[in-house]
Structures are given as C-alpha cells and as structure tokens.
Antibody
Framework: QVQLVQSGAEVTKPGASVKVSCKAS????????IHWVRQAPGQRPEWMGW????????KYSQRFQGRVTIKTDTSASTAHMELTSLTSEDTAIYYC????????????????WGQGTLVTVSS | DIVMTQSPDSLAVSLGERVTIKCKSS????????????VSWYQHKAGQPPRLLIY???TRESGVPDRFSGSGSGTDFTLAISSVQAEDVAIYYC?????????FGGGTKVEIK
C-alpha cells in the first residue's frame, strides 16, 4: 500500500532552518509529484510547493518563495523540504502529500499524505 | 489568491442523519475546455493526516464509502454524507486546484449529538 513516512518532530529557534524528509513506498516514486502542505494551530491547511519527481521541476507558493526548497533523492524514494529564516509563525504540522502528474494543466490535489511532522519554533 | 469559504463552521448531527457542507469560491473553478471543476474534499480526523474523499468536485476516491458525495459547479460546491456514521467525526475541508497557490476552505467540524 502507498505510504509516506516523515521524519520526526523538530524544535528549533527563530532564524534557524529546518529540514523535513518524506520517504515514499508502495508506488513508483517518479510517476507522481510530492507536495508540502502545512497547518498551523487553528488555521486552515496551507500549500507550500511541490516537485514533479520524474522531471525534477519545482513550483513554490509565492508566500514561501526564497525560503523553501523541495528536493528529492530518487534512489531512496525520499523527498526533502527545507524552510529557512524561521519565525514563531512557522510553528505548524508539516505534511508531505502525493499528487498526480499531468501533461497539461496541473492537478494539484493530494491522494496520499504523510503522518505529519510537528515543527516548533521557539526561543 | 482564490478564497474558499465553507459553511457551517461546525455541526452536530445524530447517527444516520444526512450532512451537507457548503463551499463557495471567490472565482469560478470550472475549466471550460475540459468541463471540469478543480475542487477536492478532504476528511481530517484528529491525530491522522487528511484523507482525499472527492476530486473533480464529484469523483469519489477509490475506497471512499458511497455515502460521501460531491456536487456543484462554478463557484458553489457541496459535500454530502447521506447517513452519518460515528467514524465520520472529523473536520472536512474543500480545496481548489484551479490555480496556484492551491487554497483550502476554513473547515467544517462534524460531531455526533
């Protein structure tokens, strides 16, 4: 079965960076994309960006442009998300999610999710 | 950004009752060349990741019980649960993928009376 297993919780300080990983199994990693979605306490989910794993192309939300980097290691079927210049407002659960790849118009819905990684930013 | 507005914020229903959740977008999500609405619905239970229920506004994801259905087009969409079960307690979110950034509704919390 399809599984996305994320790395463990992180506690970090303002100004630092955090890197979260997401290991995929149960499907051919290169035939889907991987998105990152976060949800702060009491807030709606927020899309951060995605990577077309097969083409190694990325697209980021303007809100995070310049602060977020998404990469993959296809040999390990793992995606990584790094977020820099953290503030307390980045405290949230971060999810990786699988999405279909389309040859034409982008299809950014999410048909499998990781278990979530809590990132806490506190001085 | 496209704003997705859900209603109600929460509801409490008896087992077996019908539930209807509304989602309104700030612009049309219908892509006319494909005649498809770029809307999905998710179920989010406490302590679990979200689960895709519906995409293309009305296509049920594999494995999703048929008591869940999606409808609507353009700017107005509905998720219905025909006969709510105890395991349906969750927060439900609509999401548009018509354009980036994709955006979510504020969520509707479903509880059992």
């Amino acid at each position: 079965q399809v599984q996305l297993v994320q790395s463990g919780a992180e506690v970090t300080k303002p100004g630092a960076s955090v890197k979260v990983s997401c290991k995929a199994s149960g499907y051919t990693f290169t035939t889907y994309g991987i998105h990152w979605v976060r949800q702060a306490p009491g807030q709606r989910p927020e899309w951060m960006g995605w990577i077309n794993v097969g083409r190694n192309t990325t697209k980021y939300s303007q809100r995070f442009q310049g602060r977020v980097t998404i990469k993959t290691d296809t040999s390990a079927s793992t995606a990584h998300m790094e977020l820099t210049s953290l503030t307390s407002e980045d405290t949230a659960i971060y999810y990786c999610a699988r999405g279909p790849v389309s040859g034409f118009r982008e299809l950014f819905y999410f048909n499998a999710w990781g278990q979530g990684t809590l990132v806490t930013v506190s001085s | 950004d496209i704003v997705m507005t859900q209603s109600p914020d929460s509801l409490a229903v008896s087992l077996g009752e019908r539930v209807t959740i509304k989602c309104k977008s700030s612009q049309s999500l219908l892509y006319s060349p494909y005649n498809k609405d770029y809307v999905s619905w998710y179920q989010h239970k406490a302590g679990q990741p979200p689960r895709l229920l519906i995409y293309w506004a009305s296509t049920r994801e594999s494995g999703v019980p048929d008591r869940f259905s999606g409808s609507g087009s353009g700017t107005d969409f509905t998720l219905a649960i025909s006969s709510v079960q105890a395991e349906d307690v969750a927060i439900y979110y609509c999401q548009q993928y018509y354009t980036t950034p994709v955006t979510f509704g504020g969520g509707t919390k479903v509880e059992i009376k």
